[in-house]
């Protein structure tokens, strides 16, 4: 099996290989910059690439329950009416047991059942949450003062010019005086006789040293500008990849907050704490109470005979298998979901085609076409968007 999965990647890699071969380019770059820029493309690509993963197994289990749901709608009498009758007691059971635990609870019904459903994930959730919380503070931090940045060096070099203005006004008012005082030092020698040279020196010698001071400042002046325009491009290109990060993050942290229903990590871990107690005290009462561990192993044993793919589900939601409203409910939120996530799924493979096809041509363009790493990287996003599957 190994020997075949490395043929496999083998082949898929030259197809790779052929793709950026066969591909055109339009911008160029040199060297390491071509390399950065190509695989940052190629990172955020490969995000693009996880989430289309990541919701094509979400949507097989949103697809697997639907599937249950029909199997059960499609049962006969005999075994509806037995599945029934076990989920009926399993349903007032739990209303007798959350009798008992809502006197301390302080989840609501649908935090609680949210939590339930996906218990196993909330811990990594919360990590995950927490640490783009974090990541995203952190790169709010970087654009604000990249923006500083980019204004106080604008800053200078308004200022800059305005010094430059000032210095040519000040030259022309040197070269006046100088003239008039050349004029003057000229009719007092012609028309009084008057030894003059020492006056001479003196207004050339003024004239030297102001006008070498204004030819100072005005050429420091000019780099200073010519300083602040570079850093100011820099710090410009800077801003841009701080605020592609920022929307990336910002879209991450929003997603999270709006799938676990929560404002941000320390509420979500307010509640999964509040969650634990609660289901702490659900297990102590659990083991008590032996007629409600009855029904359930009695309920997903006839649930199991019907080969549905998670029975143990039903323990949690038994209403829905005797109340067709709750069921109708259920599966509307399940094909509402599963919508959801075909257009997700579909604007992801449809912004990863798109990006895929300027890398080919960034690496074409750019004369990468060598370049393991870069054409595993783009292997990679093939294989998690499932175009190699195509």
């Not at 935090?111 to 949450?129: C, G």
């Not at 003062?145 to 800059?160: A, F, H, P, S, T």
Request: glycine share 4%; with cysteine; aromatic share 10%.
């Amino acid at each position: 099996m190994g020997f075949f999965k490395r043929r496999k990647d083998r082949a898929a890699l030259e197809k790779v290989m052929e793709d950026v071969q066969v591909s055109g380019g339009l911008e160029h770059l040199t060297g390491d910059d071509a390399v950065s820029q190509i695989m940052d493309r190629c990172e955020r690509t490969m995000q693009n690439a996880r989430e289309i993963d990541d919701g094509k197994k979400e949507y097989y289990i949103v697809t697997s329950y639907l599937n249950d749901i029909e199997l059960i709608e499609n049962l006969s009498p005999d075994q509806a009416e037995e599945i029934q009758k076990a989920a009926d007691y399993v349903a007032k059971l739990n209303q007798a047991r959350d009798q008992f635990l809502n006197t301390s609870k302080r989840l609501s019904d649908a935090q609680f059942q949210m939590m339930q459903r996906q218990e196993d994930t909330i811990p990594d959730a919360i990590r995950n949450l927490r640490t783009n919380e974090e990541y995203q503070a952190t790169v709010k931090r970087d654009m604000q003062y990249l923006e500083g940045e980019k204004q106080e060096w604008e800053i200078l070099k308004k200022e800059c010019r305005r010094r430059r203005r000032h210095l040519r006004r000040a030259s022309f008012m040197l070269l006046f005086a100088a003239a008039t005082a050349a004029v003057l030092l000229l009719v007092l020698s012609m028309g009084f006789d008057y030894d003059l040279q020492y006056a001479w020196t003196a207004v050339i010698a003024v004239a030297f040293f102001c006008s070498a001071y204004i030819v100072f400042r005005l050429e420091s002046s000019r780099r200073d500008i010519q300083q602040a325009e570079v850093n100011i491009n820099y710090a410009i290109i800077l801003l841009n990849k701080v605020k592609i990060k920022y929307v990336n993050i910002t879209n991450a942290v929003d997603y999270g907050r709006e799938r676990f229903h929560v404002r941000d990590s320390r509420e979500f871990e307010y509640q999964w704490d509040m969650y634990q107690n609660a289901m702490r005290e659900q297990e102590k009462y659990r083991k008590t109470n032996e007629d409600l561990n009855y029904y359930y192993d009695k309920l997903v044993g006839l649930l199991k005979k019907c080969e549905l793919y998670d029975s143990r589900v039903w323990i949690e939601q038994p209403q829905a298998l005797v109340d067709q409203k709750e069921m109708v409910e259920i599966k509307h939120n399940l094909l509402v979901r599963r919508q959801k996530l075909r257009a997700r799924i579909a604007s992801n493979l449809e912004t990863v085609k798109n990006e895929r096809r300027e890398i080919v041509r960034m690496i074409k363009t750019n004369g990468q076409q060598q370049n393991i790493q870069l054409l595993e990287m783009l292997h990679s996003i093939d294989k998690l968007a499932g175009f190699g599957a195509a």
